[in-house]
């Protein structure tokens, strides 16, 4: 069989059985529930198929890639970076704080929310790196204290004063609102490039170039410069690349930090095109909905775009669900959670298999070419 | 195919039937050793956990064009000595110099950049990125440096080139250098390193073990390098338990006993049978007095 054929074929071959186990599993639920299977799915693609839903689902898409993306900076080296969730909550915080009390041209503008959001994402995953690197503190504890230590405490103590108490200030209590100057255009014209379609309402994140500039920002790191070869090779065998001279005190520093910049991203579609402030309604759970999605895109840059779409659609979903009456709005939070394990079972068998054929295919060849 | 009768046929003979040739043996002839110091271990002591001396006031020098055996049984600091030559762990006292550059509290990288090369005793464990692709082992502590990196950028069509070249000059045998260092036997996976090493173009060679576990052919092209980028003025430091390897390979042996350096020996005057019963300190009750054999 034509070589590239058949390692497309291996590779393909895990999503697929993940995807026909989530079905199953996810039907059975479905009828032990006294849902109609049948009716459920049949609404899920009516749905997904209008312009509002495909929106809706780009637009969740978008933050959970760049979670993604942040997870599998840290899990291509073998650090499991727990702490996304607290580093882009108390970063979009920052980036609200810092955007509402500074007025700047538009770009500028924007560009400092956005840099705010990624320094204190950094700096606080980069406190996890410090403790691990100087004090052996395991990453995935630190990380874990320190969600709380972002949320429940710095946000906690400092958010009541900067809390906007002015007349016109918005019922969800909240820092005060950004100026239009530090807003992102919406990508409305784009989606008016292909269909004739009025969103009803619905705007296209602008954050979306930055996922995008992300994602192709992590693949080009990773693939292509000496530090991503660093990194990886300190994942696939930290003694060896060790003794190849990779640092890997500065490794777990660059790879942490990175993660978390990038986490400092997470929360830009809320605060440059959603409500332009931290408010208590803030979207919580997108830092573990990151680590979901990097398991399912198994770290790269493309397979977590299909993921975090995967993902996004079901989210966006859960609603219609609801409403339509066909199933309950839990059932997608099943079918996302089948999906993350069966893959996983999925990737290591046919991992399994792959390297035995490798190794078979490699000394049947070299018998038959003497 | 051959028969022999499992009473009357000796190890070597065996060997020479599977290879089907005369056995290739370790032994080297001519001295290639010049005066100039490419490596040198002073007073270097390495405490382990619990205080107490893995390592114990070693000395020694390797100089251009020299191998230097390090005989010992397992476990009297073998390892924690090559850790202070490669830089993965630091001595609490002593110095290592390589090619005149105090290099004790260096980072691994300098040393390799320096012209370190390592074959590690564990090539799984310390040498091989098993899941990567051959062309991104055969940059594996060299990153850094031409054909494999362009500044930052890894040079990808470098890499390929240079693995190419190491496939060839080292006899690898694999279908392609696209297949992961899983798919291939230990012997070519230990070629594999033997000629990333060889091709970086080292000063000082450390070689821990580098026929351990591989097959008789393999071998013989292992000590065919050495031999080889000895002629051409390689410092190597080579540590194995293949006592007719040390003895054939090296140009000097010291025998490492309970962390010290107890013996330094001639390979030209010895037999396995006499480095062995330095090695377990047999030989040590009679030279007490001397402290140290000079043959």
């Not at chain 1, 070589?3 to 059975?28: H, Y």
């Amino acid at each position: 069989m034509n070589p590239l054929l058949r390692r497309a074929g291996v590779t393909l071959a895990a999503p697929a059985m993940a995807f026909v186990f989530a079905v199953v599993i996810s039907s059975i639920v479905l009828e032990i529930s006294g849902s109609n299977s049948y009716e459920t799915y049949k609404t899920l693609l009516e749905n997904g198929s209008r312009l509002e839903t495909m929106i809706d689902t780009l637009n969740r898409a978008t933050p959970l890639y760049i979670a993604g993306i942040a997870a599998a900076i840290g899990f291509r080296m073998n650090l499991f970076n727990i702490g996304i969730e607290g580093q882009y909550v108390l970063a979009a915080f920052a980036a609200a704080v810092v955007g509402s009390q500074v007025s700047l041209p538009g770009p500028l503008h924007v560009a400092v929310i956005v840099a705010t959001a990624m320094i204190v994402g950094g700096a606080f995953s980069g406190l996890a790196a410090l403790l691990k690197v100087y004090r052996g503190v395991n990453e995935v504890i630190a990380t874990i204290m320190l969600n709380f230590i972002a949320i429940g405490g710095i946000i906690a103590a400092i958010f009541p004063r900067v809390i906007d108490r002015s007349p016109n200030a918005a019922n969800n209590a909240g820092t005060p609102k950004i100026a239009e100057s530090g807003w992102l255009p919406d990508l409305n014209w784009l989606v008016e490039i292909f269909t004739r379609d009025i969103g009803k309402g619905r705007e296209l994140t602008g954050v979306l170039l930055i996922a995008m500039a992300v994602g192709i920002g992590f693949s080009v790191f990773v693939n292509r410069t000496r530090y991503g070869f660093d990194l990886r090779a300190s994942g696939m065998n930290p003694i060896a690349a060790r003794a190849g001279g990779v640092p890997p005190g500065r490794m777990i520093l660059i790879a942490m930090i990175l993660s978390g910049a990038a986490a400092g991203l997470i929360g830009m579609p809320e605060i440059l095109s959603d409500t332009h402030s931290y408010d208590q309604g803030f979207v919580r759970g997108l830092g573990f909905g990151g680590l979901a999605v990097a398991l399912l895109g198994r770290n790269s840059a493309g397979g977590i775009v299909f993921a975090a779409l995967l993902f996004g659609f079901l989210d966006s979903s859960s609603a219609i669900l609801q409403v339509s009456g066909s199933a309950s709005a839990s059932i997608v939070v099943i079918m996302q959670a089948t999906i993350l394990l069966a893959a996983v079972v999925a990737y290591e068998v046919v991992n399994r298999y792959r390297q035995r054929d490798e190794i078979q295919r490699a000394s049947t060849e070299m018998e038959a070419a003497p | 195919m051959a028969t022999v009768d499992a009473a009357d046929v000796t190890a070597g003979d065996l060997a020479e039937l599977m290879v089907g040739s005369e056995l290739p043996t370790p032994d080297t002839t001519d001295s290639t050793v010049t005066d100039e110091v490419m490596l040198e271990v002073a007073n270097l002591t390495m405490l382990d956990e619990a205080e107490r001396p893995t390592v114990a006031d070693v000395s020694f020098q390797v100089h251009k064009g020299e191998v230097l055996g390090v005989a010992g049984i397992e476990g009297n600091g073998q390892s924690e000595l090559i850790d202070a030559i490669v830089g993965t762990e630091s001595p609490s006292t002593g110095s290592v110099m390589m090619n005149g550059v105090d290099v004790t509290n260096a980072p691994v990288r300098d040393r390799r950049e320096g012209g370190l090369g390592y074959v590690p005793q564990d090539r799984h464990e310390e040498g091989l990125l098993l899941d990567a692709p051959l062309w991104e082992n055969a940059a594996l502590g060299h990153q850094t440096s031409p054909p494999f990196a362009k500044g930052i950028w890894i040079d990808r069509a470098g890499s390929r080139k240079r693995t190419e070249e190491i496939r060839e000059e080292f006899d690898v045998r694999t279908p392609n250098i696209e297949v992961s260092a899983r798919a291939l036997s230990g012997g070519n996976q230990q070629k594999l390193i033997i000629g990333r090493e060889m091709l970086a173009n080292p000063v000082v060679l450390l070689a821990a073990h580098p026929t351990r576990g591989i097959d008789v052919g393999a071998q013989a092209d292992v000590w065919n390098e050495i031999r080889k980028a000895r002629s051409e003025g390689l410092a190597t430091l080579l540590f194995s338990a293949d006592l007719e390897e040390l003895i054939g390979l090296s140009d000097r042996i010291v025998v490492m006993f309970h962390g010290r350096l107890v013996a330094t020996l001639d390979p030209a005057k010895i037999d396995s049978r006499t480095l062995g019963s330095y090695m377990t300190g047999a030989a040590l009750q009679d030279t007490r007095a001397s402290d140290e054999v000079v043959a």
